[in-house]
T-cell receptor, first 111, second 112 residues
């Protein structure tokens, strides 16, 4: 059983379109992070959200943490080919330092 | 120190050999984590270390796998008597306060 479910698993869109990817769980997390990973490289941290209902914006990326701290979403506006990659969400529970990762959403933005 | 340094980037071992993966954390980071990523799978936690201490090894297989983070030098993930199922990408991450890891580029282990 996957603790963090990400959807969709794959997403292929045209440049300029908007998209939202989701990260859902039945468990509560003390914090949730989003990473982007490119082939052959390690994940790169995009954002950390810690407060239920929190919304963070990073240029064209908007991250939201659910009120109950069980789910999160990532919205990208006007996607560009450079946004192509594997988007991973990861959660920390309680005082634990370890992260639980979802399987990711593989995004392809076509020119 | 530009980031978390892992070496080697690629490692090929025959079944039964030992694999040693090294990780130098970012300057000033005292927390090191090892994760394993299998194809089509998410990253799975293996072990969390601070200098000279294993804090959480709940994700580490009980046999053949060990990790250390000595007072001096890099953190080492050691896999003895490798089997084909150990083939994966192994990522090291470091942090200072636990919020937000910096990952290395990984070591891709292939067991032949």
């Amino acid at each position: 059983t996957q603790l963090l479910e990400q959807s969709p698993q794959f997403l292929s869109i045209q440049e300029g379109e908007n998209l939202t990817v989701y990260c859902n769980s039945s468990s509560v997390f003390s914090s949730l992070q989003w990473y982007r990973q490119e082939p052959g490289e390690g994940p790169v941290l995009l954002v950390t959200v810690v407060t239920g209902g929190e919304v963070k914006k990073l240029k064209r990326l908007t991250f939201q943490f659910g009120d109950a701290r069980k789910d999160s979403s990532l919205h990208i506006t006007a996607a560009q080919p450079g946004d192509t990659g594997l988007y991973l969400c990861a959660g920390a529970q309680g005082g634990s330092e370890k992260l639980v990762f979802g399987k990711g959403t593989k995004l392809t933005v076509n020119p | 120190n530009a980031g978390v340094m892992q070496n080697p980037r690629h490692l090929v071992r025959r079944r039964g050999q030992e694999a040693r993966l090294r990780c130098s954390p970012m300057k000033g980071h005292s927390h090191v984590y090892w994760y394993r990523q299998l194809p089509e799978e998410g990253l799975k936690f293996m072990v969390y270390l601070q200098k000279e201490n294993i804090i959480d090894e709940s994700g580490m297989p009980k046999e053949r796998f060990s990790a250390e983070f000595p007072k001096e030098g890099p953190s080492i993930l050691r896999i003895q008597q490798v089997v084909r199922g150990d083939s994966a990408a192994y990522f090291c991450a470091s942090s200072q306060a636990g919020y937000g890891y910096t990952f290395g580029s990984g070591t891709r282990l292939t067991v032949v």
